[in-house]
C-alpha cells in the first residue's frame, strides 16, 4: 500500500499520523523480509554449523600465531580470542545481501516491479534486510553465541556499560553494511554483472572491517587510511567497544562516527540509486 | 572425445565473444577480480609483519602454499561460474529441459556454457607469486617436479571441481535458492595454511569429508622438501579420481531425479 504517497498528497495531516503511517509501510517490509527468512529456515541450521567450523578454523589459526607471543598490539590470545569469535557471531546478525538480491532484480527483468513503488527504494531494502537480520538474531546469532560460549573461553563484555554501548554500535554496524550493500547494488542497474564487483566488496569488507584481524595490526600507513574509510566502523569498532578498550569519550566519538557514516554512505545510496533509475534497460520481463 | 573438444573450442570462443561485446564490464569485472587476490593475500602479509613464523612454518612456505593454492583455484572459477546460480536458473527456472534436449553430456553444457575469463589472472599470479617464493627460499625445480607440479595443478583444479559439482547437483533434490555453496566456498581459504596447524577433527575435515587438503596443501609440500607428506601428496591423483567419480555418479542420479517445473 503506498499509504506514505497518499498521506502526502492529502497534505492535510498531522504530521505525527504522517510519520506513523511512513513507519507503518516500511515496517510492513521488515514484516516481509521476516517472512522471507522464514521460509529458508532450514538454511540457518547449517549456519550454525558453519559458524562453529569458521571460528574453530579461526581458533587454530590463532592459536598457532600466538605459539611465538604472549601479546601482539596489546591483543593477548583470550582478548584476540574473543574479538574474533565475537565479531563472527555479530557478523550472522549485521550482515545482509542488498547487492545480490538488486543484481537479481535487475538480470531477471523485475527491477520494474520496484521502479513503479511509490516507496523509497533504499529504505525499502534496508526495512526487508531488519526483518530479515531480526530472524537471524533469533534463528542464528542467538544459538551460535550460545554454542561458542560453551565450548571457547570468550570473555563477557568488559563492563555493562560497554555492553550496552555495544549493542546500539552492532545496531549501528547493521546500517552501515546495509547501506554499503545498497551502493554496490546500485550498480548492478547500470553494469551488466556485478559478480565481480560483489566479491571484491566482500573480501574488502571482510579484510577492513576487522572480520579477520584487529585493524591494529595494520602497518601505521594504513592504519591511518582506514580510519578516513567507513569499513573498520563495521566490527573492528564495536568489538573494541566490547573489549572496553575505549574510553567513555572514545566510546561517544566511535558511536558519533557510525551516526555520521551511515547518514553519508545512506546518502551516497540515494544519490547512485537516483542518477542510475534514470536510464534503465528493463530486461525482458 | 573429438566432438566435445571441438564444441568446447566453440563454446569458448562463442563465451568469448559475449563478454568483450561489453568491453567496460568485463574491464570492472577483472579489476575486481585482481582487487579480490590481492586483498586474500592481505591477512597473511599483515600476519608475517608481526610475527616471526607461524608454527615452524616460515612466510615464504606460507606464500608459496596460498600462491600455489590460487593456480588450481583459477581454472576452477574459470568454468564454475554456473554452479553458482545453478539451482536457481536450471532447477528453480526449468532451463535444465534446454540441456536435456541437446545430444551433448548434460554435465559438459552446464560446465562449459559460461566462462569466467577473468579468473585466469588468478593463475596468472598464483603462478608469479609461486615463482618469487621458490626465489627467495633457494630452491630450484627438477624437470619432474614440473611434471608434477602441472599433474597438482590439475588434480587440484579436478577436486575443487567435483566438490562443487557435488554440492550443486545437491539442488536436484532440495531446490533452496542459497544452500550449502556459499558457506563451502569460503572454506576453500581454510586448506591455504598448513593443515599442522589444525587439530585431528579439523585435519580430518579439510583431508577425507572436503578434500581441500589435497587440492593446496598437500601437494605443496613435495615442493617444499617436507618429506613427513609423501605418502600424502602421492594419493593426491587417487583422491581427485575418486571424488570426480562420486561427482558423475551423483550428478547422473540428480539429472534422473529432475523433474521440469513446466515453463
Known amino acids: 500500500m503506498p499509504a506514505a504517497a497518499v498521506a502526502g498528497a492529502r497534505g492535510g495531516e498531522r504530521p505525527s499520523s504522517l510519520f506513523w503511517r511512513w513507519l507503518r509501510l516500511y515496517l510492513e517490509f521488515g514484516r516481509v523480509g521476516f517472512v522471507n527468512a522464514l521460509a529458508y529456515r532450514l538454511r540457518y541450521v547449517t549456519g550454525i554449523v558453519t559458524y562453529f567450523i569458521y571460528i574453530s578454523v579461526y581458533y587454530f589459526i590463532w592459536k598457532a600465531i600466538y605459539e611465538h607471543s604472549t601479546s601482539i598490539e596489546g591483543f593477548d590470545f583470550s582478548h584476540l580470542l574473543t574479538y574474533i569469535g565475537v565479531g563472527w557471531i555479530i557478523r550472522s546478525f549485521y550482515f545482509n545481501n542488498i547487492d545480490q538480491e538488486l543484481a537479481y532484480q535487475v538480470m531477471e527483468g523485475r527491477l520494474a516491479m520496484d521502479l513503479i513503488k511509490p516507496v523509497n527504494i533504499q529504505l525499502m531494502y534496508v526495512a526487508r534486510a531488519a526483518g530479515e537480520s531480526i530472524f537471524r538474531l533469533v534463528l542464528l546469532t542467538a544459538p551460535t553465541a550460545l554454542v561458542l560460549f560453551l565450548v571457547y573461553p570468550l570473555r563477557p563484555p568488559a563492563s555493562v556499560r560497554h555492553g550496552g554501548a555495544f549493542l546500539v554500535s552492532v545496531l549501528l554496524s547493521f546500517l552501515i553494511v546495509a547501506a554499503i550493500n545498497f551502493v554496490v547494488g546500485t550498480f548492478a542497474l547500470r553494469l551488466q554483472s556485478i559478480l565481480g564487483l560483489m566479491r571484491a566488496k566482500f573480501f574488502l569488507l571482510e579484510l577492513l572491517s576487522g572480520l579477520l584481524l584487529p585493524i591494529s595490526f595494520f602497518p601505521q600507513v594504513f592504519q591511518k587510511i582506514f580510519a578516513l574509510l567507513p569499513f573498520e566502523y563495521i566490527s573492528y569498532v564495536p568489538m573494541l567497544i566490547y573489549l572496553g578498550k575505549l574510553d567513555d569519550s572514545g566510546l561517544a566519538r566511535a558511536i558519533a562516527l557510525q551516526f555520521f557514516w551511515v547518514a553519508v554512505l545512506l546518502a551516497i545510496g540515494n544519490a547512485l540509486w537516483s542518477w542510475s533509475s534514470r536510464k534503465v534497460t528493463i530486461q525482458g520481463g | ?263
Open chain 2, 1 to 263: 572425445m573429438k566432438r566435445h573438444l571441438r564444441l568446447f573450442l566453440r563454446y569458448f570462443a562463442q563465451y568469448t565473444k559475449v563478454r568483450l561485446a561489453y568491453k567496460a564490464d568485463f574491464l570492472i569485472a577483472f579489476f575486481s577480480s585482481m582487487a579480490a587476490t590481492v586483498l586474500g593475500f592481505g591477512f597473511v602479509l599483515v600476519l608475517f609483519s608481526k610475527i616471526p613464523r607461524l608454527q615452524d612454518w616460515s612466510f615464504n612456505e606460507v606464500m608459496f602454499l596460498y600462491g600455489f593454492s590460487l593456480i588450481p583455484l583459477g581454472f576452477f572459477n574459470v568454468v564454475s561460474w554456473n554452479l553458482y546460480d545453478f539451482g536457481e536458473l536450471y532447477i528453480i527456472e526449468g532451463r535444465f529441459d534446454r540441456v536435456l534436449l541437446r545430444p551433448v553430456d548434460t554435465l559438459f553444457q552446464v560446465i562449459f556454457e559460461k566462462f569466467r575469463l577473468e579468473s585466469l589472472q588468478e593463475v596468472v599470479t598464483g603462478l608469479a607469486v609461486v615463482t618469487i617464493c621458490l626465489r627467495r627460499m633457494h630452491l630450484a625445480l627438477g624437470v619432474a617436479d614440473y611434471f608434477w607440479f602441472a599433474l597438482m595443478v590439475a588434480c587440484g583444479a579436478v577436486i575443487y571441481l567435483a566438490v562443487f559439482l557435488i554440492l550443486t547437483a545437491v539442488s536436484f533434490w532440495f531446490e533452496d535458492r542459497v544452500g550449502i555453496v556459499p558457506p563451502v566456498f569460503n572454506m576453500l581459504n581454510f586448506g591455504r595454511y598448513p593443515l599442522t596447524i589444525y587439530n585431528v577433527f579439523i585435519q580430518f575435515l579439510l583431508s577425507w569429508i572436503i578434500p581441500f587438503g589435497f587440492a593446496s596443501f598437500y601437494p605443496t609440500t613435495h615442493f617444499l622438501g617436507r618429506n613427513t607428506f609423501a605418502v600424502y601428496f602421492h594419493l593426491v591423483p587417487v583422491v581427485a579420481a575418486g571424488f570426480s567419480l562420486l561427482a558423475i555418479v551423483v550428478c547422473n542420479r540428480g539429472v534422473v531425479n529432475y523433474s521440469s517445473t513446466g515453463t
